[in-house]
């Protein structure tokens, strides 16, 4: 049976990078079958794992529907890289569209604080309030 661990903090240098790279260390010396995926733009964690920067597909192919998450897999991690800040830009921008350009709507279908859009959409270089 499969379980799921995800570690996440809006607050930055906490700790999650290390955690996920020592839990995955210690559930693969015990003998499980251990799947990271790195979900972050900076690609620490794919850094950890010794991945090259360049490697294809990424998680970020994944998201945007270029590559499937096995063909994403490289030596038991699907590795990030910058691309992900793009692929998640193409995302907000489609729901936006989608949505008519209304940030609270495209917040909540994205499940994200209104602030937290707000300040993705700034660095996507827009409009707003
Ligand atoms: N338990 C710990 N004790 C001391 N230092 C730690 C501990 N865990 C992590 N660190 C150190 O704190 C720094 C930040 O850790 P880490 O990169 O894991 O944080 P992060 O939450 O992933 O950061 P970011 O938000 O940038 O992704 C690193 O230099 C790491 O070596
Ligand atoms: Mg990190």
Same mark, same amino acid.
């Given at each position: 049976?499969?379980?799921?661990?995800?570690?996440?903090?809006?607050?930055?240098?906490? #700790?999650?990078?290390?955690?996920?790279?020592? %839990? /995955?260390?210690?559930? +693969? $010396?015990?003998?499980?079958? =251990? !799947?990271?995926?790195?979900?972050?733009?900076?690609?620490?964690?794919?850094?950890?794992?010794?991945?090259?920067?360049?490697?294809?597909?990424?998680?970020?192919?994944?998201?945007?529907?270029?590559?499937?998450?096995?063909?994403?897999?490289?030596? #038991?991690?699907?590795?990030?890289?910058?691309? %992900? /800040?793009?692929?998640? +830009? $193409?995302?907000?921008?489609? =729901? !936006?569209?989608?949505?008519?350009?209304?940030?609270?709507?495209?917040?909540?279908?994205?499940?994200?604080?209104?602030?937290?859009?707000?300040?993705?959409?700034?660095?996507?270089?827009?409009?707003?309030?």
């Amino acid at each position: 049976m499969a379980h799921k661990i995800a570690v996440l903090s809006q607050k930055g240098g906490t #700790g999650k990078t290390t955690a996920v790279r020592h %839990l /995955a260390d210690v559930f +693969r $010396r015990s003998g499980l079958d =251990v !799947l990271a995926i790195d979900l972050d733009p900076q690609g620490n964690l794919s850094d950890y794992f010794d991945v090259e920067p360049s490697v294809e597909p990424t998680i970020g192919d994944v998201l945007t529907g270029r590559a499937t998450a096995a063909e994403a897999v490289h030596d #038991g991690i699907i590795p990030s890289n910058l691309s %992900l /800040a793009e692929a998640e +830009r $193409r995302h907000i921008a489609a =729901v !936006l569209h989608a949505h008519d350009g209304d940030v609270p709507r495209a917040a909540a279908v994205l499940g994200v604080a209104r602030s937290t859009l707000y300040k993705k959409l700034r660095v996507m270089g827009n409009e707003t309030p």
